[in-house]
């Protein structure tokens, strides 16, 4: 299911920002990467910008991000930013729960906790309290995934980055992920996926944070008929002192302060690329 990609086609790539804080190294790193790829192939580097978390989403940021990337010397093409988008994450959240796919859960994060919950790739693996039991109309629900019945419909599926090579889709470190959240018509999962094939993107470039992700965005590729991209997940920084992953983050000085500091953006843009290839898993 899904179609898949024409991979002799030159590549569309993207950087896709959160404005909820400053640019860091990780996601210069990030931006580069993507870019590279695009114009190794003689494709194109899209910027997206992903202001749909409301209340952190800090607009005056996405003019900073367009600031540094412009420092550290790309160049790209910049596509309407999420919270333009939002018609399309309900009509497909309405086909996904028409199909009986998503759930409504109310339950909260200590609820979670309480019920004993196992913690996965991604933090707790929600323990399908809801799933079962009718939705209490008072209480504001978000809507999660049945990965159950998703992958009987689906059947087994693979996706493929091209570092790791090819990925067998196993949503059991994940469980049942928001699709919808409880103060937004989507959640990170089900925008990224639209956006990604609304956009034509064909390489997802991202960092390894987000490896175990993919496994939920080839799932949903499937259920809504969305064209396959393959993925690229780099190695992330580490600290030069602890040898740590550094998170997006945290740990270095935004890019906005170094580039206000008077920093070169290109240099630092040839050091990062030295890095890239160095980066191992
Ligand atoms: N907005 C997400 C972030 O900044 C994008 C992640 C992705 O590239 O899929 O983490
Ligand atoms: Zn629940």
């Not at 409880?182 to 960092?207: E, F, I, N, Q, W």
Request: aromatic share 4%; hydrophobic share 40%; net charge neutral.
């Amino acid at each position: 299911m899904g179609q898949a990609m024409d991979r002799a086609a030159p590549p569309v790539t993207r950087f896709a920002p959160s404005p909820n804080g400053p640019l860091h190294m990780g996601h210069a790193l990030s931006a580069i990467a993507g870019h590279d790829l695009a114009r190794a192939g003689g494709g194109r580097f899209l910027l997206r910008i992903e202001d749909i978390d409301g209340p952190r989403s800090r607009p005056d940021l996405a003019e900073e991000f367009r600031r540094d990337l412009e420092w550290l010397g790309l160049q790209w093409e910049e596509v309407p930013a999420q919270s333009t988008r939002l018609a399309s994450y309900a009509a497909a959240a309405d086909a996904l729960r028409a199909r009986g796919l998503i759930y409504p859960c109310t339950c909260t994060r200590s609820e979670i906790e309480a019920a004993g919950a196992l913690t996965g790739t991604e933090g707790l693996i929600y323990p399908g309290t809801c799933k079962h039991r009718p939705p209490d109309p008072a209480r504001p629900a978000a809507w999660r995934l049945d990965a159950e019945r998703a992958l009987a419909q689906t059947g087994p599926l693979i996706w493929e980055d091209t570092r790791a090579g090819p990925q067998a889709v196993d949503l059991s470190g994940l469980g049942d992920v928001v699709l919808v959240r409880k103060d937004l018509p989507a959640s990170y999962h089900l925008a990224v996926t639209l956006d990604d094939a609304a956009d034509g993107v064909t390489l997802v470039t991202r960092g390894k944070d987000l490896f175990a992700a993919s496994h939920i965005h080839r799932t949903l590729q499937a259920l809504l008929g969305l064209p396959v991209p393959r993925w690229h997940h780099h190695g992330l920084l580490r600290d030069p002192e602890t040898g740590e992953k550094l998170a997006k983050r945290r740990g270095s000085p935004a890019l906005a302060e170094r580039r206000k500091a008077g920093e070169d953006g290109r240099m630092l843009a040839q050091q990062l690329r030295v890095q890239l290839l160095s980066l191992g898993t």
